[in-house]
């Protein structure tokens, strides 16, 4: 069955130009602070993100822009040409910025080092495993989501199903929107980020008697904050130990927003294994 949107079309409809289009000018002497749309790339979101934008130019002792571009290869290009100091980045978008820019990675919550994608679908349906995908409809979230995408797409292909021939599969954009279709039954089923998925349950965004978890991936490294890689020492340094000064339960209104509890340094080398399946995928 041939997919709604097809990988290689999503990938090229997230070319560079758009980003520079879409970044305002940049305030003199600011920090430009980017993060991928996994929630969603809306004035609300950004708002919602105000605390931390306040919290990080407290920190740095410079004004910081917080940017959401519009989807998260966006993101990787805004880095490479200068529009975004640094970014929160999915594993598999770090991989690209890694390889096409040279970023530098920084910080990650603690829980990144051992992150899950989760499988849903409506309470009432009869999917249980994996294999049980063969003919659905499903839902990826955007192309470049390391949870959202290339570990669910990982995890499936290891089952037996190839993404490509035997569902029919959309792509949502960012996790909440995969959440929604699932709910509503515009699917039968999804992947996303379990981090994201706590989050819409315990805010009411999605009806937990509607959805239900039927697979949780193996453990993968993923989210990371990274600089681009000509931002003096200083700054890198400045931004790290603002995340890494984040404690509980001084800071839960800032780690509510980052879906974390604490932060902790972060290593290329740890992305090994992640860079190997981005690259058998044909993802990176």
Known sequence: MERTLTRGTALVLFGAGAVAAAL?????ASLRVGMIPDAGATQVSIDEKAPLRDYLSAKIGR???LVIPTNYNATVEALGNGSLDFA???GLTYL???QAYGVMPL???ISDRQFHSLFITQTGSGIEKLTDLRGKRFAFGDVASTSGHLMPDYALRGAGIDPDKDMTVRYTGNHPATAKAVESGTVDAGALDESVFKALLDGGQIDKTKVRVFFTTPPFVDYVWAARKD???ADQTA???AFLALKSPADDKILTILR?????RADDAEYATLRKIALQLKLL
């Open 231 to 233: 931002v003096p020492a």
């Open 96 to 98: 690209k910025a890694r």
């Open 260 to 264: 974390g509890t604490s932060f902790v």
């Open 24 to 28: 305002p000018a940049r305030a003199a």
């Open 63 to 65: 004004p910081v822009e």
């Open 88 to 90: 929160y980045l999915g």
């Open 107 to 109: 910080v990650q919550r």
């Open 239 to 241: 931004l790290a130990n």
